[in-house]
């Protein structure tokens, strides 16, 4: 989670206030819902932000204001403006005494991130840019960022009843509640001898029925805002990866690797070379390395890697970030391939050596011990690492993440089977329908053997297909279990036929029932029983049956 203070009033330069950030969020692509709760709004206010409104209204679902009317401290102006703008705006109204609906935030919701202002900034002009205002900006990942959901949770559990519009003390602003609100002077009215618009001074709904003086609201710069490119507090860099790297650095990349062909193997670019730009990239590459990986965007950093640039000179530190370069992309892959419409990336640690992601599971296990700062994984974790596992919403521990999703369960669901066949006794055999795991088998398989038959795809995916196919075959198990079990018990009667007949040809079955009387009757009992079955097969679905018993030679009445 990101902290960042946003206070004016004091410092003309007003680096980071509440307008900036309000204007420059709207205008954003990473939101798409919006919850406003202020109590006092001017006209002034409402205006400077109503262009970026009206392009949020492109790109946002929900647009929605919570405005109060305690102390006069709403125009009836401002809400005129909302209204006409089709901003769905609710009234909060309550009538006790000694009550004022008094909040200041602002929620700006994503599928990727979330950003919460609150503080002391009302929707006015000089709630947002000129009051001496104190103002904290929260911005975190939407799925990942545990702090940042629980605040979530804990502000929309407050603000429920708002939220769900159940509250009797809102109200949806229309014509008429705007007429009443004017009848009842619950508003202030913002007019301008001049036909400007004007308010006053102190424009925070108190001591409302003294005389005050008025300003004229001038024009402010509010495009100067930030937007949430990053979860996490930055040092100030001596050193920046501007527009200009950007524009030049596909073709000072190809003089790189020329001059690695040509010049030096090793990727270290002399001073002495003539080449003098590409020698002072070289030396900025670097120094925004020694500021930490979080200098790079993450497409150029790969890029330098791709490249095989000497971070570190050309030791072992660099081999190992080229190492884990390479390993995370094989996380990504196995994401793309097994859960492509999970949110979250999960890697479970199979115990099945022959699975094809054994090694991976084993390198993620690290990774969370490396991440862990345990003294015997080395080497220590890294900014860069952190915020490569952070962009494909990697879960480190499942257990925090509550009910895990279908696609990443299916996973642990494998490596649960897999533990089941780590036992000698459970070789072909599968596990009962009665536990979870077996339930889950059987439906795979149900899955598998529909999507053969009836020629559907997209029931079960290849790759899981492969995966479990793998685990079963090493254990004995194929896909139509039923059928398995059926044909080998026909194959196993079949040799006790077969053991019979060789007694009676050999003319030692009578030395044999006398040597071992149970074990002959249990032979002809599986010949009895084989031929009595047969008679039942007269249909298509027990076809394959007969092809099994004539191909063995084994004599039985047809039907």
Partial sequence: MKTTFLGHGLDSGNKNNVGKQLAISFESKDYKKFN???????????????????????????????????????????????????????????????VTYHPKLFLFEGEK?????????????????????????????????????????????????????????????????????????????QFGGDGEIKESINNDGENVEDEKEDIIITDFNIETGFEQTETSTIRDNSVNFGKNDYDKFETIVERYVIYKQNKRPSGIVSKHTEDRPLFYWY????????????????????KLLDVDFPFDGIGRKRKQLIKWNSDFKKVIDYKNKVNPNSAYTYVPQFRNKSNTYYKLGIWCAYQKQRRRENPNYPPKWSEYEEEKMESINFVWDKTAMGSMPKDDKWSDSLVELENYYQKRKNFKTVPSQETYIGHWLNDQMTLKNKQDRGKINGLISPIRIELLGELLSENGIEWEWGKQKEREAIENKIESWRIVETLKNNGTLKD??????????????????LKSHSKRWNNEKNSWKYAIVDKAGFPYKKQ
Avoid at 120 to 138: H, R
Avoid at 283 to 302: C, D, R, V, W
Avoid at 513 to 529: F, G, H, M, S, W
């Fill in 36 to 98: 406003g709760f202020v109590a006092f709004a001017s006209i002034s206010g409402v205006k400077m932000l109503q262009k970026y409104i009206d392009k949020a209204k492109s790109n946002y679902d929900q647009i929605r204001f919570y405005i109060g009317v305690d102390n006069r401290g709403t125009s009836k102006e401002a809400l005129e403006s909302l209204l006409n703008q089709n901003i769905e705006t609710y009234i909060y109204r309550d009538k006790r005494d000694f």
């Fill in 113 to 189: 991130f979330t950003r919460v202002i609150i503080g002391s900034s009302n929707l006015t002009s000089q709630g947002i840019k000129t009051n001496l205002e104190a103002s904290i900006q929260l911005d975190f990942r939407t799925k990942t960022d545990k702090q940042g959901k629980k605040l979530i949770d804990e502000i929309k559990g407050y603000y429920s009843k708002l939220l769900d519009l159940s509250s009797s003390k809102i109200h949806l602003l229309t014509e008429d509640l705007l007429q009443n609100l004017v009848k009842e002077n619950l508003l202030f009215h």
């Fill in 512 to 529: 044999y029932r006398d040597k071992n009387p149970e074990l002959l009757k249990k032979y002809r009992d599986d010949v009895t029983q």
């Fill in 283 to 302: 030396q900025k590459m670097h120094a925004l390395y020694n500021q930490g990986t979080k200098s790079f965007p993450f497409e150029i950093f790969e």
